[in-house]
């Protein structure tokens, strides 16, 4: 195999290879130097007149517990199910519930069970390290699109170092208490969040390919 060819075989596997995590090994830290190269290759993602519009705010140690501490102790009074999914796209959410709370053992009449395993999200499932991907708040959709280019080339470059993530809207719910726990500045708005580590090997719902459309239901092709 030509290195180009090589190189794309194992792009291409950790594509695959990239999943949600949903339950992380907690005493196991993210190697400080897998965290800086995944962050340089990540640096490389495109940008709009290249004005690199991500942030990302990340606590480890007693920050990320006092993180986790206080989203879980605003989310226990209330959270919302949807995180603002439109009506017609919610049949897709119901779907990715019944794959992973099933995964979770947890029934699909069980609405406390489901709470429960929901409120997990505000302690980032037990990652190590978690925080937020903000952005400024005067800028718009394609920088937005900026920032998501860099946060799966961050995702992937983890993945391929055999770290494991989970991005998360859940946790942007409550904007306020990122920002007092992660010193984010008013100037920036608060896109998700995101939690890094090791997965648990032993949660099934670890284990699980979410499957995607038809690339057809997509892309569409026009030529006339
Ligand atoms: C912007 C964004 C927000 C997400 N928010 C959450 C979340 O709050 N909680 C959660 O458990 N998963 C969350 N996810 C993970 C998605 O559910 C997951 O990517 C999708 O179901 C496909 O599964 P896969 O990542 O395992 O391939 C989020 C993913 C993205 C990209």
């Not at 053992?105 to 929901?118: L, M």
Request: proline content about 6%.
């Amino acid at each position: 195999m030509s290195g180009t060819a090589a190189a794309a075989a194992n792009l291409d596997t950790v594509i695959r290879e990239r999943r949600t995590t949903r339950r992380f090994l907690p005493d196991k830290p993210v190697p400080r130097e897998l965290l800086d190269e995944s962050l340089e290759l990540a640096m490389r993602a495109p940008s709009n007149s290249n004005i690199q519009p991500w942030r990302l705010f990340l606590a480890t140690g007693a920050r990320r517990m006092r993180l986790g501490e206080a989203l879980l102790r605003r989310a226990t009074s209330g959270f919302p199910a949807t995180a603002g999914i439109p009506e017609s796209f919610a049949v897709l959410r119901q779907q990715l519930g019944a794959v992973v709370y099933g995964a979770m053992g947890v029934a699909r009449d069980d609405a406390e069970g489901r709470r429960i395993a929901q409120l997990r999200n505000f302690d980032f499932f037990g990652a190590p390290m978690a925080g937020a991907v903000c952005m400024h708040r005067d800028l718009g959709h394609a920088d937005g699109v900026a920032v998501g280019m860099f946060l799966q080339t961050l995702l992937l470059a983890l993945t391929e170092r055999g770290l494991a993530t989970c991005v998360q809207v859940s946790v942007a719910h409550f904007p306020d208490v990122l920002r007092e726990h992660l010193d984010i500045p008013d100037e920036l708005r608060v896109l998700c969040g995101l939690g890094i580590g090791y997965a648990d090997p032993n949660f099934p719902a670890n284990q699980l390919r979410i499957p995607r459309n038809p690339v057809s239901a997509n892309v569409v092709f026009l030529d006339d």
